[in-house]
């Protein structure tokens, strides 16, 4: 198992632009995450799913923010209208069950909108 | 307002100094954890702590959660520069019916050789 897989690693794109961003979890981990961490702050949570449905999208997501778990295995969280605000590194988690005992993050995407 | 409030939010040492950092909050958890994260890296699970009151030790490093299950500290004991990176806590608890895991702002170590 090669842990959480986080794709791309960087992306710069200009305001105004969609982007996808993928996840692959570990294959045992029924629950995925997403979070949202700018400079100099902790991550935020964003939108969790358990298998293929999501269970609850943080008040950050707006409706530019969509994020999907087709067949409960790999996930994708596309930002539409990007804008320089949406700047951040968006991170990955799976866990099994609640969590309780710990995430596995990925590496991050780190988005830079200009 | 941040659930999970961490002091210090940076702290820089020399190599050979013990320090501890804390995380508190007024809610209670179901458990907590400490993560290290390294610039461009996702954070990394160091300990999780469940029972209050619970002391776990990873080599130089103690976690203790406390007894009310409110806050924890993490001591390092003759920091190395290896130690450099950001600590993050983060605790469970059930937030509108769903088992949610909240980060505190994180501590940027800084040990200096």
């Known amino acids: 198992d090669t842990g959480v897989s986080q794709d791309p690693r960087h992306k710069i794109t200009k305001r105004g632009q969609n982007v996808t961003f993928r996840c692959d979890p570990i294959s045992e981990h029924n629950r995925l995450y997403w979070y949202r961490q700018t400079l100099g702050q902790g991550p935020e949570f964003l939108t969790y799913?358990?298998?293929?449905?999501?269970?609850?999208k943080s008040r950050l997501l707006s409706d530019r923010f969509s994020a999907e778990r087709p067949k409960g295995s790999f996930s994708t969280l596309e930002i539409q209208r990007t804008e320089q605000g949406d700047s951040a590194m968006y991170l990955c988690?799976?866990?099994?069950?609640?969590?309780?005992?710990?995430?596995?993050f990925g590496s991050g995407t780190r988005l830079t909108v200009v | 307002t941040q659930l999970l409030e961490q002091s210090p939010q940076f702290l820089s040492i020399q190599e050979g100094e013990n320090l501890t950092v804390y995380c508190n909050s007024s809610?209670?958890?179901?458990?907590l954890q400490w993560y290290r994260q390294e610039p461009g890296e996702g954070p990394v699970l160091l300990v999780t702590?469940?029972?209050?009151?619970e002391v776990k030790k990873l080599k130089r490093l103690t976690f203790q959660f406390g007894d009310a299950r409110k806050d924890s500290s993490l001591h390092i004991t003759a920091a190395q520069p290896g130690d450099t990176g950001l600590y993050l806590c983060a605790g469970t608890r059930i937030i509108q019916g769903a088992q949610k895991l909240v980060f505190g702002q994180g501590t940027r170590l800084t040990i200096n050789p």
């Open positions: 799913f358990q298998n293929e449905a999501q269970l609850e």
């Open positions: 702590v469940v029972t209050g009151g």
């Open positions: 809610s209670v958890f179901s458990s």
């Open positions: 988690a799976s866990s099994l069950a609640g969590g309780v005992y710990g995430y596995t």
